[in-house]
């Protein structure tokens, strides 16, 4: 199955990373969406994202602040102009930070800020964007990204039973419990979504050489993202309430 089924895409934190990645990936590809929405908190301050959107008409650049209501409210808005009538295909949430903290150095004010970047503010969002997911799902059978599907990105190290022995080197308290708690938002959202033939599914893009992943990573951007489009590309009604990777493989909660 190809990216092309899925009509439009509207991926957050789009300014660097992952995101600006995915987007370029998507704009490039000759069966890519043919409307593309990048999302970032502020759009201007990327030069990469600003050029793909002069680049490729099907790029459309949206500001979204994802802590933010009211961003979150004007941005679907300005969504909604953009889909019309045919609705959302698919949501990624993307945005995230990662504050690394172990036992000696965690606060408070870190586990917080962290939470309610990576776990609340993805709820949330998807909760806004509904409408436009459910006008989509309406008008198809079947689930994947042809009709409707939110895809959280997640991670490995939100997985409680990967996180002993070599699996607990990684030292984040706030991080690791935030992906964890986002995990738990993905299957909220599945159970609740299900009858809509709306797909949610986590997906851990790998260890990534980026800001956040640091240069020591196992991946390029380019690995996981072709990766993690082809597994996009082929979901299904089994991987609804499911949690993969970018090789398709299927992850330990």
């Given at each position: ?162 996180n002993w022995g070599e699996g607990a080197n990684f030292k984040s308290y706030a991080y690791r419990t935030s ?75």
């Amino acid at each position: 199955m190809s990216v092309s089924v899925c009509k439009s895409v509207l991926i957050t934190g789009c300014s660097r990373g992952i995101g600006l990645q995915l987007v370029r990936e998507l704009a490039k590809s000759s069966d890519g969406p043919p409307t593309i929405i990048a999302a970032a908190r502020n759009p201007a301050g990327s030069t990469a994202l600003q050029e793909l959107s002069k680049t490729y008409p099907g790029v459309h650049v949206v500001t979204l602040d994802v802590e933010n209501q009211q961003s979150v409210s004007a941005a679907l808005e300005e969504v909604r102009s953009i889909v019309g009538d045919n609705g959302l295909n698919c949501l990624i949430n993307n945005a995230a930070i990662g504050i690394s903290v172990d036992i000696n150095t965690v606060t408070p004010e870190v586990m917080m800020k962290t939470f309610q970047a990576n776990s609340v503010a993805p709820l949330f969002v998807t909760k806004a964007f509904l409408p436009l997911l459910r006008t989509a799902a309406a008008q198809s059978t079947g689930m994947g990204i042809h009709r409707a599907a939110v895809i959280n990105i997640s991670s490995i190290l939100g997985s409680i039973a990967h996180n002993w022995g070599e699996g607990a080197n990684f030292k984040s308290y706030a991080y690791r419990t935030s992906k964890a708690a986002l995990n738990m938002v993905t299957r909220c959202l599945a159970t609740d979504l299900g009858s809509d033939g709306i797909l949610c599914m986590s997906l851990h893009p790998g260890w990534v050489k980026t800001d956040m992943g640091g240069p020591h990573a196992d991946l390029t951007l380019e690995e996981s993202v072709s990766g993690m489009l082809a597994v996009l590309s082929s979901l299904t009604d089994k991987d609804h309430g499911g949690f993969k990777d970018y090789r398709g493989d299927n992850l330990p909660w």
